[in-house]
């Protein structure tokens, strides 16, 4: 099956700093989410987005599907920002049925006050 | 509208009860997709539904777990003989025909 695989693992940033997180993919996609879960477990969803660039706020995400490979830019960082960011990909060489996502082990991001 | 809805938020149970999880989806969502996520780790898929029918099952770890979605709208993730292992967070998903996923708040599962 495909790999996905995100960076940094943990970080851990000062309120109002800015980051970015990766996400690499072993094969070609169909769809690319990034989601946000807080800490009460709830995915919040992010950005759909499997290829191009896309801005909401103080976030944006850049999807190079060509290189495999996807960025998340957080700017001017608060302290609700802190929880796990997961990436999960949609193989696109799966069958036909196949449609389900498929995650990174997460960036666990800590915005202090 | 509403987003999509899980019952029960907790469960608590012994090995070798039975367990019923149930999903609401997102009014009018096609496909239905069930996941778990264990401490630490990401969502990894159970099973998918388009409609009424499971288009890909290939996630259930064995012939304990299934699920249904008798009239293409709620689904029920069933669990015979619960193990200790089995104690995770059970997500729900849905989304309209092939796009994007949108997900529930979850179940979390404790066998003792």
């Known amino acids: 099956g495909i790999q996905v695989e995100q960076s940094p693992p943990d970080l851990i940033l000062q309120e109002g700093a800015n980051s970015t997180l990766r996400c690499n993919f072993s094969d070609s996609v169909n769809n690319l989410q990034w989601f946000h879960q807080n800490p009460w477990g709830q995915l919040i969803n992010l950005f759909y987005i499997p290829s191009g660039t896309k801005q909401n706020g103080r976030l944006s995400a850049t999807t190079v599907a060509t290189e495999r490979y996807s960025l998340l830019y957080i700017s001017s960082s608060q302290t609700t920002d802190s929880g796990v960011y997961f990436c999960a990909v949609e193989w696109a060489i799966s069958s036909g049925s196949a449609r389900q996502l498929t995650f990174g082990s997460g960036t666990q991001l800590t915005v202090l006050p | 509208g509403a987003g999509v809805s899980q019952t029960p938020s907790n469960k608590v149970t012994e090995k070798g009860k039975y367990v019923e999880l149930r999903c609401d989806p997102i009014?009018?969502?096609?496909?239905l997709y069930w996941y778990r996520q264990s401490l630490g780790q990401g969502p990894e898929f159970l099973i998918y539904?388009?409609?009424?029918?499971?288009?890909?099952d290939s996630g259930l770890p064995n012939d304990r777990f299934f699920a249904v979605r008798p009239e293409g709208s709620v689904s029920t993730l069933k669990i015979q003989r619960t193990e200790r292992g089995d104690s995770a967070v059970y997500l729900c998903?849905?989304?309209?025909?092939?796009?994007?996923?949108?997900f529930g708040p979850g179940t979390r599962l404790t066998v003792l």
């Open positions: 539904f388009q409609g009424t029918g499971a288009a890909d």
């Open positions: 998903a849905s989304s309209l025909y092939l796009n994007e996923q949108f």
């Open positions: 009014s009018g969502h096609t496909a």
